[in-house]
């Protein structure tokens, strides 16, 4: 019974310090915490961002290669690859699904950038392609504006 009353007692004599242990720790805890998660949303943020340019370069050079090929470089061809890598690599460390409508978007280019030009029997662009992998650089950017919306 000693042993309790003194505990006691020494609880009552240090309630002050023991209130500002608990205060000082709970908000060291949660400063770290809400450090981490503005240092993630920050990363989100600009990765986001630089997915966003980079969709946009790849909607203009699609636009290119279809309507202007003939006055164009062979090389648009291996920008767009480069261009096709570097988005699939920026949204791998973005968000779910972000990282799989990339995918996405890597697989149409591959199977449809060497039928950006291709016409039909009248001479006309068949467009195909290009909305085939318009499509994907839509779906992509909307996930990508979506995931931004939702960070906190």
Same mark, same amino acid.
């Given at each position: 019974?000693? #042993?309790?009353?003194?505990? =006691?007692?020494?609880?009552?004599?240090? $309630?002050?310090?023991? /209130? +500002?242990?608990? *205060?000082?720790? +709970? !908000?060291? +805890?949660?400063n770290t915490w809400r450090n981490?998660?503005?240092?993630?949303?920050?990363?989100?943020?600009?990765? !986001?961002?630089?997915?966003?340019?980079?969709?946009?370069? &790849?909607?203009?050079? @699609?636009?290119?290669?279809?309507?202007?090929?003939? @006055?164009?470089?062979?090389?648009?061809?291996?920008?767009?690859?480069?261009?096709?890598?570097? *988005?699939?690599?920026l949204a791998s460390v973005l968000?779910?699904?972000?990282? %799989?409508?990339?995918?996405?978007?890597?697989? %149409?280019?591959?199977?449809?950038?060497d039928g950006l030009a291709a016409?039909?029997?009248?001479?006309?662009?068949?467009?195909? !392609?290009? =909305?085939? /992998?318009?499509?994907? $650089?839509?779906?992509?950017?909307? &996930?990508?504006?979506? &995931?931004?919306?939702? #960070?906190?």
């Amino acid at each position: 019974m000693r #042993l309790y009353e003194t505990f =006691r007692q020494q609880v009552q004599r240090n $309630i002050v310090a023991l /209130i +500002s242990v608990f *205060i000082a720790v +709970s !908000s060291l +805890s949660y400063n770290t915490w809400r450090n981490e998660k503005t240092e993630l949303n920050r990363n989100l943020r600009q990765g !986001s961002f630089e997915v966003l340019l980079k969709l946009g370069e &790849m909607r203009e050079l @699609v636009y290119h290669l279809e309507y202007d090929r003939a @006055v164009i470089e062979r090389s648009a061809e291996r920008t767009g690859w480069v261009t096709v890598f570097v *988005i699939r690599d920026l949204a791998s460390v973005l968000e779910a699904p972000v990282p %799989a409508a990339a995918e996405s978007l890597f697989d %149409a280019w591959a199977e449809h950038w060497d039928g950006l030009a291709a016409r039909n029997e009248q001479g006309e662009l068949d467009g195909t !392609s290009r =909305r085939a /992998i318009e499509a994907e $650089i839509d779906r992509l950017r909307d &996930m990508t504006l979506e &995931m931004l919306r939702g #960070l906190e």
